[in-house]
């Protein structure tokens, strides 16, 4: 009974130390950066909503493909496809300091292009997985308030 209560707390910390390694920093583990490095974390969707609500001058990264985001993404959302992430720093995203929430469809891309941006030297990146399991708002096209 305890060896099996023992195993299973093996095995949670073992599949929590694959899920935080996608934000890792390369040549550092996940258990070596907590989960988080001094510019990406990974968090839940509930924590991006709440992040979501605050004027805190975040912004809010698709980085799906185009048609994807066109068929629906987060109200507010900017599109920077994760293939046009490369080694600098995209124009859409001109403060390396800003506060960045980052997703995709299933959450692969955007750990992918987090840690892209990361690489680059941005140093507050928030990844909260994909658009499929979102619990929040969708829309299909932004609508700007008028003045």
Known sequence: ??????RRMKWIW????L???????KGQSAEESGGETGSCRQ???EEAMRMMEQDDGHIIVDVRRQEE???GHIPGAILIPNESIGSTQPEELPDLQQIILIYCRSGNRSKQAAQKLADIGYANIYEFGGINTWPGETVTEDILAEP
């Open 1 to 6: 009974m305890k060896g099996n209560r023992i």
């Open 14 to 17: 073992l599949m929590a130390a």
């Open 19 to 25: 899920l935080l390694a996608g934000c890792a920093p």
């Open 43 to 45: 968090i839940s969707q």
């Open 69 to 71: 985001y066109d068929s």
